[in-house]
């Protein structure tokens, strides 16, 4: 079981009631905040609880004993998720992403404690040649915690994406394990 503590976060993989608490966020909760900044671009589909359910069974180790999935728990609550997907397995190339839902704990040095963790742990648990993430021009917090963990911009894609009738950049970030080694004991 993993379970990575830090001093405002902790890593882990979900239980049930962590993902009913994750569904109330992404489909229940009024404001949607979160929809706001994460992909607003991508249009997406109302699971039933069931089918939510279902999803994250479906979820998978990327390595054995890697899930590509864990929560982010801070004060003892599920405040969102840190994840991954394979881009080419072939030359060790992982995409990544963090999404906190509750707003309240925006701004606060969570998401950038939870990514950096997260990058850490896919460095430390694999033989990944390189982690990357993909956004949006208009999500400058995303850009800034990819850049403290120290991704570089490698491509930026103009007028890609579409968030409430302006055209944004598509943002393409990473890290090679070479670089992150430099930091990293």
Do not use: C
């Amino acid at each position: 079981m993993i379970h990575i503590e830090k001093k405002k976060i902790i890593l882990r993989e979900a239980t049930w009631e962590d993902i009913n608490t994750l569904y109330y966020w992404k489909y229940e909760e009024k404001n949607q905040e979160a929809k706001k900044w994460n992909g607003p671009y991508i249009l997406e589909k109302k699971l039933s609880r069931i089918e939510y359910r279902h999803e994250w069974q479906k979820q998978s180790d990327i390595y054995p004993g890697v899930p590509d999935t864990l929560v982010i728990e801070a004060d003892q609550e599920v405040i969102g998720t840190v994840g991954s997907y394979w881009v080419d397995k072939y030359t060790n190339w992982l995409e990544t992403g963090i999404v906190i839902y509750n707003p309240l704990f925006w701004n606060g040095g969570y998401g950038y404690e939870a990514y950096k963790e997260w990058i850490n742990f896919l460095f430390r648990s694999t033989d990944l040649h390189r982690i990357g993430m993909s956004t949006w021009s208009g999500n400058i917090r995303m850009m800034k915690v990819a850049s403290k963990v120290g991704m570089k911009e490698e491509a930026r894609i103009r007028e890609a994406r579409m968030v409430e009738g302006i055209y944004y950049d598509a943002i393409k970030m990473g890290i090679l394990r070479k670089e992150w080694e430099m930091t990293h004991d």
